[in-house]
């Protein structure tokens, strides 16, 4: 079984940045694209972000593009999110998630992913 536990959310204003880590238990992360997701109130769960398992390759959604940054660092099990310039419709809970498949290189469906953190979040507001 694999636990995924993020943290770093918090009350920002519009403009500022933080940085959401995931970590994960288990021998295998490093075998495995991870993925950033988030769910705002009334919103279905979309794409943020993926990292390959090497990190060498990535893909974000259009929305946060040149904004945020994905990485990974494998000798900690840990991903990360980098998150600067939040704008108001940044807000809503960020969950990240392990692939489904091995050695997939990068994965951008919620259905490509079968483990998933509890989420934290990030509320941007003036």
């Known amino acids: 079984q694999v636990q995924l536990v993020e943290s770093g959310g918090g009350l920002v204003q519009p403009g500022d940045s933080l940085r959401l880590s995931c970590a994960a238990s288990?021998?295998?992360?490093?075998?495995?694209?991870m993925g950033w997701f988030r769910q705002a109130p009334g919103k279905e769960r979309e794409f943020v972000a993926t990292?390959?398992?090497?990190?060498?390759?990535?893909a974000y959604a259009d929305s946060v593009k040149g904004r945020f940054t994905i990485s990974r660092d494998n000798a900690k099990n840990t991903v990360y999110l980098q998150m600067n310039s939040l704008k108001p419709e940044d807000t809503a809970v960020y969950y990240c998630?392990?692939?489904?498949?091995?050695?997939?290189?990068?994965?951008?469906?919620?259905?490509?992913?079968?483990?998933w953190g509890q989420g934290t979040q990030v509320t941007v507001s003036s």
């Open positions: 288990g021998r295998t992360f490093s075998t495995y694209a």
């Open positions: 990292i390959s398992r090497s990190g060498g390759s990535t």
């Open positions: 998630a392990r692939a489904r498949v091995p050695y997939v290189l990068i994965a951008t469906r919620t259905y490509e992913y079968d483990y």
